[in-house]
């Protein structure tokens, strides 16, 4: 699956692949869940941490989950900021997205922050099985664009179960994406963007073994490259 409908990559940039830290969650009221986060944002695979934890670059995140009931269907939004004091290079990529090929910034920047809102909302469901159904998905993200090469981010998509009747347990889900790279970025190799369309189809042969279709096609953000049509095949057995 395209990480773009994973989940949402704007704050990849502060948020360490490896790290220690701490944090606490906060349920105010009944649908409602909100988090504090603490990171250290040094940290790294080959170390445990423990001797540089909070020395000096730390991530703080904070973000709230709201349920809601829209057209008597269960929904939920997410809210989040994340902020980082760590100096990056000036557009230094991430190694969990890699955009190429581009023009690496020899800047350094003090700090990086993140924004973002996710959304799930049911437009069907059973009401005997409220799991049961199919609805909209979608994703917004925003950057300051200077230690994030990620500057906007966009998706939007369908997906659920039960698209053919008789077919409960099947899974689908189709969706658009697009991704505003950082303006300082675009140059004579690299375009200001990159947007793609996935579609999927999970069958459900028996609750313990299941087939996926997958096909994607991507523009992707280098001037010179054609646009890539991918397709998949995967198979998972469950025991």
């Known amino acids: 699956m395209n990480v773009g409908f994973s989940f949402n990559p704007i704050s990849l940039k502060t948020a360490p692949y490896s790290t220690l830290g701490a944090g606490f969650l906060f349920i105010p009221t009944e649908g409602v869940t909100t988090s504090f986060t603490v990171l250290d944002a040094d940290g790294l695979v080959n170390q445990s941490g423990f001797d540089i934890i909070f020395n000096g670059n730390t991530t703080y995140a904070l973000e709230a989950a709201v349920d809601s009931n ?17 100096e990056y290079n000036s557009l230094e990529q991430d190694p969990r997205v890699l955009i190429s090929p581009l023009e690496q910034g020899l800047n350094a920047e003090n700090g990086s922050w993140a924004l973002y809102y996710n959304f799930d909302q049911y437009l069907v469901s059973d009401p005997n099985d409220p799991a049961q159904g199919w609805g909209l998905f979608g994703r917004f993200g925003l950057s300051d664009g200077e230690a994030n090469i990620l500057h906007r981010f966009y998706s939007i998509g369908l997906g659920g179960t039960g698209l053919i009747p008789g077919r409960d347990r099947d899974r689908f889900g189709v969706g658009y994406y697009y991704l505003q790279l950082s303006d300082d970025r675009v140059g004579a190799l690299t375009a200001d963007s990159e947007q793609g369309v996935e579609l999927f189809y999970n069958i459900a042969v028996t609750p313990s073994f299941e087939v996926s279709a997958d096909v994607q096609v991507v523009d992707g953000a280098g001037r010179f490259s054609d646009t890539a049509l991918v397709g998949g095949l995967r198979c998972r057995v469950a025991f």
């Not at 829209?70 to 760590?86: A, N, V």
């Open 70 to 86: 829209f057209f008597e269907q269960s929904g939920r939004h997410t809210f989040g900021y994340s902020l980082s004091t760590k």
